[in-house]
């Protein structure tokens, strides 16, 4: 058994979701790793790490509807000095998630048909997203 | 220390929560492993899997409830064609989880005494859902 | 590699956010264990485990703010007998987070700049609350 660290830079044009599945997965072939766990591990606040439905674009677009009405740009927050979309950000990291484990057989992450892996940026700016990948195994 | 690969498939009769902790528990005895950590990780994204209060079936409805309220069926979604309970379903999960890490200490969950490890499923009809189980310790 | 486990107890004193980010690293730091991931565990159902932005104070009463009017403890509740700040805590654990697992690499946790591990208690009364750390690595 063995741990391999891996960095992976998303780069972000606004709100949205960017997919990461393969660029995930070929962190995992580079590490020659054949059975064990990838924990994918986002270093921000104001953006989330999850998986999500990838087959479907207005899926993913109704989740980001969702969450802009669920927590709106214009409450009244008491942490407003980086902006409207500052404080939400932070929020919509709490409600959804920062890391996912991912279980990998015979060299591939085991996930479902329709998942796949997810920067959920929820700044307007472009921001480039420090992502850790840690493989744990054999 | 090595790895431990299990499949659990869960039948599900609807939304509602499903309580997997004992099925879970069983992967672990079998695998022999007495120290280190179980990821449970579930393959789809139109259900979820969470710990959640194990004791009062009253508690789980209440989460149950409150979810269909924050996510109704009947909003304004633009991915609408496998049903009014789709799209919610994708919301419900990526607001709750997709897995657990629980450690193993002597061959047991460190779950605590009133947490349960459960299935959550979004949607209405019948669905069988892959739980994918990996130990990894000695 | 091995396995290393730990126990935190964190002494709440009412709702809010409980920084343990230093207590993890501790923990870490005795484990003597260099390279891997650390598992946060909380053994409870009405408290939550998660990363938050640990800089601003006000950032963080901006989030129990808002999950004190997304999760209200006046509403319809069937499970109501310990209290009316009980169901709410059920309901905001589930969508937050029981755990976090997080990189080591040279001995520290790779977490961003203004990333912090808290305990989120839900409770108005004072508790002990149970935190489970499992150290994987070498």
């Not at 391999?4 to 997965?25: A, F, M, W």
């Not at 580079?30 to 087959?55: I, R």
């Not at 740009?73 to 890391?99: C, K, Q």
């Amino acid at each position: 058994m063995r741990v391999s660290h891996e960095q992976l830079e998303v780069r972000t044009n606004g709100k949205g979701t960017y997919e990461i599945t393969d660029k995930v997965q070929e962190k995992v072939d580079n590490s020659k790793m054949k059975n064990g766990v990838v924990t994918v591990f986002v270093q921000h606040t104001s953006c989330s790490l999850t998986t999500m439905e990838n087959a479907a674009p207005a899926a993913r677009r109704d989740v980001e509807r969702f969450l802009e009405k669920l927590v709106p740009e214009n409450a009244d927050y008491e942490h407003d000095d980086e902006g409207p979309d500052d404080m939400p950000s932070h929020i919509r990291m709490v409600l959804t998630r920062t890391s996912e484990t991912i279980p990998i057989v015979d060299g591939k992450m085991q996930i479902g048909t329709w998942q796949g892996i997810f920067l959920f940026e929820h700044r307007r700016a472009q921001h480039r997203r420090r992502v850790h990948i840690t493989i744990m195994g054999e």
